[in-house]
């Protein structure tokens, strides 16, 4: 195969040129999939702060707060939960809200930090109200 005198170097530079925008596109990628984890972890922590609340005799929203704290590899400083009893105080109701931080590198510059929630509602099986 010949080649032309003056094309030996044009796939050098097609890729220079491309490089950038597939590592943009790389990071966007990686940058959603660490979003998604998040929101996965957001859901099993309401999950679980709303199983604790249901099951807590004393200090709901105490309960439902630390359970969402340890539920999984979030950041407990970026927690919040806010617990509320609905039917009659016959269930609770948990929302978590967490910061997600996009931190990716030239990524997290370009998309701001996403707010993310998960509402959660469990029938309450505290020994107070099963006693007679």
Sequence with gaps: MTTRRGDQGQSTVEFALVLPLVVLVVLFIVQAGLVVRDQLLVSHAAR????AAAVSDNDRPSA???AARQAGN???ERVSATTTMVDGDASVRVLISYRSITGIPIIGSLVPDIDLE???VMRVESDRKHRS
């Design 48 to 51: 679980e702060a709303a199983r």
């Design 64 to 66: 439902a707060t630390m």
């Design 74 to 76: 979030l950041d407990a």
């Design 118 to 120: 998960s509402t959660v």
